[in-house]
């Protein structure tokens, strides 16, 4: 049952909620991140000169390819010239220090000539498969063929290096990413030599054990190298490494028609969402390897929840949604673009989190009263740029390509599973067919469809709108006529919603969704610290909007506890009546540092 | 109104609660401190070999010292030869290799010769603190002088190069201890330059704002140097330096009259007991600094609440009491016995907490799957010994002493401050009295008193039955006819006490408390997850005794939450009635690692 995806190329999002969101990425956010890496050095790297003041990271490479990448992506949706000519330099960069053999990586040919392939955790790999996917996306963009080419020489020679020499201390990436890379590359060029290669990073993978344990103080897990993927059936080890390999894993089995590794795709999401997943959608419980952790352990304040992870498990559920027809896959996809993967940029598509909390507590980060370094975690605020700084251009990339995630289609018709205002065109059965969705949504749950040719559309029925009434597969089948439009409405419920009773920061507490929307307290709107507040069971919710922020708000009847004047005193069950004040979780964190809690008090 | 304080000596603890610990502490603790401190060679690094394997550490005369202050307190009371010995021998040590000039000091005899007060953090001072303290006990114990006389000597060299020569690169001690044993020491010796020495290093203090920044990541609160003693009003920084150095102020306070560190004293208490304490008298709220943080941050988990503190503010809360005469300060001493203090040793006596927490969560130990080290903090069991082993032998030379905390006294009569069975003897107005107090505190709140004179005994009303009819003074005037008995009952109720809605671990919670004994939930008693339990806000409370454990046990009405299948779900607010069984916190941690809370939700 597997589908196919409607690429990007072919969706123009042209109004509603997600076309302001694209145009902050073209009009703001691609300059933005382009200027801080500008800034940093990143861009000039590429000129690998062993003499600049600046060195290269190791994973700088990647920062500046996922940029070209999302970049491209604009440029495919309409003439950029000034992005295609900051992504030209980069590309003539990297044909003046490509070694002969075809390598390249800045830092590498920088600092250490002498030492390439040699660790498996310098990122090397990592940054040669973002290069890849930058360069298909270019061309793809340009027609231009040169980037291309160069990646080609440097796919031939990693292939040399590990699949035919074998002659490299390690044989699978420490960070994956290429796997994915060249399966994409596979369905560019049709060479079966790219996806055998990226089939072998796959499947190599956790046959050396003693490969595993390439960090002093993590396991084999933290790279998922503790067994074969074949084998591996939970979410372990750094999130964002693990979802690249689990995408690539997916995308061999779709290519390949692998059913264990489809199994042990299935099973490793099946533990994500039952187990491993904020209700934003973010996932990777701790600082400590930016990782996976056991189930149930979702700590609010300590939430990691990195930016890069959200986008890795879309990626993901995407390729999950193609391989299995599965519609549960497409409600993970919503519930991380409208929490975890929004929440990423602030409201001006200038500054971004690393890292995405569920709880601020801003008196936590000054209470070492005499200790000098305050903590540093979680952030409070947005960033313009970081050291470590995959996930700005990770957005850029993401956004630019959001059209990709919208539909997909088979010859029975056309798959709806995102409401997404938009123009698609698809071509189904040798027939071309234009389908225009228009929708306010999450505003309201109102879709209405036209298509150029009778052609059948089966709607995703939201997850939280699913029950008894839904058809088993949680898709409503319109049948639409020839230009003529169909309505379709979805009741958007705000609810509140609980966590299982194993997740101990979310225990007694209720978070606040409206439809998709996962909403949070700020303490801008709220004069009462935040923990001490209970929402009323039996609220109302009353509806309103945040002028400044420009996102709707959401008013409910609370409780606090009755002031007690000694530090411990008889219990005394009295609360006063208040109100509590809700903001969309996506827009925290944008009028400064501030309390935030997703998770509040219920009575 | 100042009171005395009568000594242990003059109080033999015979029966009831409190002569099972001592018996505890003289059958095992005293001989299993030694031979963890014999094994690790604490006791032959008195001989200053510089070829021995083992190297000393900077505190190891600080842990012996207090050891041998215990042992003499034993020694007072009945004859102890083989703890003799082994003190006679450290005596023989010292003397071997004490400096002509008087200086003595293991480690720095051993190690680095050449750097004799030269750092500020490296606790010689301390060390010099305990050594006197000990020289002091051991005195008062056998009568025996040649350990005074050795530290006596050492004494005037610390007095001549600190304040008379000042040709030392600081002007007081990183670690605060001295202070106080200087004003033992004028106790005994009666001569001046031993007040005016401790008065040296008390004043002397944070005048040069410089010297408080002798630790790179701390500031100088960390050492209490941020400024002059006489201004400071809060407890700030290291929690045992702090208290010790408070301590050290009260006493200035009262042998000088000085009013000005009379109130800085106070207020530093007050923020402490209404801020900063936990409900089990814990203080110290942080693992960074083992130090105080900021009003209200009394996490449960995160508790450092360290031994030493516990018996720090004990110290301070005593010197307070004979200070004032306010009997505020011996309810704390009282919450801290029962709870913080007692929960420090195995209930076999042989094992220590050095963290004392409130909430242990076994699984947030192994949460990070893929990272080899797993956290350590808080601990789980108690250890036979640690690295850092300080508190080991504070417990056992407080225990030692306990006598010392039961009664005070001034010509208006006695003041019955704890209630401890016990036979006291006081010379008041030239008269000698002998008091009997027999009691099963706090089993039930029976007091029988008998004194051999006619004399008025004030009994403490315990905190927790303080209200409208309790005299002013809190103390209840009995007047005893020599040689009849009279009783006082006091009621030892059963209450659900709440934390100020500040406290953000406790915020709608519960601890259950008995008289002085703050209760808590353990897993072994359990089958519920600790954190979901939900104590009824109306039940009854069902007496009972674990065997076993050899504690008394309460069981109460409780729910849980309904199971919910999924990771998220709609809110649903329904519950199941269960039971709770709660034992004291002081006996936790002895049936191997288990989960454990002292703040559970309530409704």
Chains 1, 2 share one sequence.
Not at 13 to 33: H, M, P, S
Not at 164 to 174: E, H, K, S, V, Y
């Amino acid at each position: 049952m597997a589908y196919k995806n409607l690429s990007f190329e072919n969706v123009n999002i042209n109004g509603g909620f997600w076309e302001e969101k694209q145009e902050l990425l073209r009009d703001v956010t691609v300059k933005a991140v382009y200027n801080r890496f500008k800034e940093t050095g990143r861009f000039d790297a590429f000129k690998c000169d062993k003499n600049s003041k600046i060195k290269p990271h190791i994973y700088w490479d990647s920062d500046v390819a996922k940029w070209i990448e999302g970049a491209s992506y604009l440029i495919k949706k309409s003439p950029e010239p000034e992005l295609e000519k900051i992504i030209d330099e980069v590309v003539c960069d990297i044909e003046k220090n490509q070694l002969p053999c075809g390598y390249f990586n800045s830092y590498y040919l920088t600092l250490e000539p002498n030492n390439i392939f040699t660790n498996r955790d310098q990122h090397e790999l990592y940054c040669a498969g973002h290069l890849i996917e930058s360069a298909i996306a270019y061309y793809e963009a340009t027609g231009k063929k040169k980037f291309l080419e160069l990646i080609l020489k440097y796919v031939d020679y990693i292939e040399k290096r590990f699949k035919i020499d074998r002659d490299t201390p390690f044989a699978t990436p420490g960070h994956e990413e290429i796997e994915l890379a060249l399966v994409r590359l596979y369905n560019l060029t049709g060479s079966k030599k790219h996806l055998d290669l990226a089939r072998f990073f796959v499947c190599e993978r956790g046959k050396n054990i003693k490969e595993g344990n390439f960090i002093d103080w993590a396991d084999s897990k933290y790279s998922q190298s503790h067994d074969e993927p074949k084998n591996q059936h939970t979410a372990e080890g750094h999130s964002v490494r693990a979802c690249y390999l689990y995408s690539a894993m997916a995308d061999l089995a779709l290519n390949d028609n692998d059913e264990e590794l489809k199994v042990a795709c299935e099973s490793i999401f099946d533990d994500i969402v039952n187990h491993k997943m904020y209700i934003t959608g973010g996932i990777g419980s701790t600082y400590l390897g930016e990782a996976f952790t056991v189930p149930y352990d979702l700590p609010s304040e300590g939430a990691y929840a990195e930016s890069c992870a959200s986008i890795a498990l879309i990626f993901f559920a995407q390729r999950m949604l193609n391989l299995t027809g599965e519609k549960k896959y497409a409600d993970v996809i919503e519930r991380i673009l409208y929490n975890g993967f929004l929440s990423t940029f602030s409201l001006d598509g200038k500054s971004f989190f690393y890292v995405n909390p569920l709880e601020i507590v801003p008196k936590n980060h000054t209470r070492h009263a005499s200790v000098k370094n305050k903590d540093p975690l979680p952030p409070m605020t947005r960033f313009e740029v970081f050291e470590c700084s995959c996930c700005p251009p990770n957005i850029v990339r993401f956004l630019g390509s959001l059209g990709s995630y919208i539909y997909t289609y088979d010859d029975m018709g056309i798959y709806l599973q995102q409401y997404i205002n938009s123009e698609a065109t698809f071509n189904i059965g040798g027939k071309e067919i234009t389908l225009t969705q228009k929708t306010d949504y999450p505003k309201n749950g109102k879709i209405s469809l036209t298509a150029s040719e009778d052609v059948t559309v089966y709607v995703r029925v939201p997850e939280y709108l699913c029950g008894e009434n839904t058809p088993t597969s949680g898709y409503i089948p319109l049948k639409l006529k020839a230009n003529r439009e169909q309505t379709i409405e979805f009741e958007i419920p705000t609810m509140l919603v609980s966590a299982s009773e194993q997740v101990k920061d979310a225990f007694g507490k209720v978070a606040l969704v409206r439809g998709p929307v996962v909403y949070c307290l700020e303490g801008h709107d709220n004069e009462n610290e935040l923990f001490g507040i209970y929402i009323d069971k039996s609220t109302t919710f009353r509806y309103g909007y945040n002028e400044k922020l420009n996102v709707p708000t959401i008013e409910v009847d609370a409780f606090v506890r009755e002031k007690t004047g000694s530090l411990y005193a008889q219990f005394n069950d009295s609360y006063k009546k208040t109100k509590a004040t809700l903001i969309p979780y996506y827009a925290f964190a944008n009028r400064g540092e501030n309390q935030m809690q997703v998770w509040t008090l219920v009575k």
